[in-house]
């Protein structure tokens, strides 16, 4: 499999969403986020149009922190990333904590995040 993308690279792409969340940035969020995106969430299945719409109110991330990211290389100009974030929301003071599986596709207006899926972190063993 091609080399054509590093770590760095991609994490860059999945910073950019985190710090449009913090900033309220709608239009920053919807063109990292390719036009068939596809999210899961313990709340269901998203499309761009709802992730982007979370902004609405304006920012809904106060601070993010991205530990332990893994780069897997699908094919050429396709890529997943996968991490454990920890983030604060708005208003909040507790902090919580997902494990993060986003996939990239490089194109013509760049790289554009294609699918997300977040897992809450548990204490739980998996079944």
Do not use: K
């Not at 239009?27 to 499309?47: I, K, Q, R």
């Not at 982007?52 to 050429?76: C, H, K, T, W």
């Not at 599986?101 to 998996?126: K, L, M, V």
């Amino acid at each position: 499999m091609s080399a054509d993308v590093t770590l760095d690279e991609i994490l860059a792409c999945e910073r950019a969403v985190w710090d449009a969340l913090m900033r309220g940035d709608a239009e920053a969020d919807e063109a990292a986020l390719d036009p068939e995106f596809l999210g899961v969430y313990a709340t269901g299945f998203s499309d761009r149009a709802d992730h982007v719409s979370q902004l609405a109110a304006g920012p809904s991330v106060a601070r993010y922190e991205i530990d332990q990211p893994r780069l897997m290389r699908l094919s050429q100009g396709v890529a997943l990333i996968a991490y454990r974030a920890r983030y604060l929301r708005v208003g909040s003071e507790a902090w919580e904590a997902m494990y993060v599986s986003s996939i990239w596709q490089r194109g013509p207006y760049g790289w554009r995040n294609i699918f997300s899926q977040d897992t809450e972190e548990s204490d739980h063993a998996p079944v």
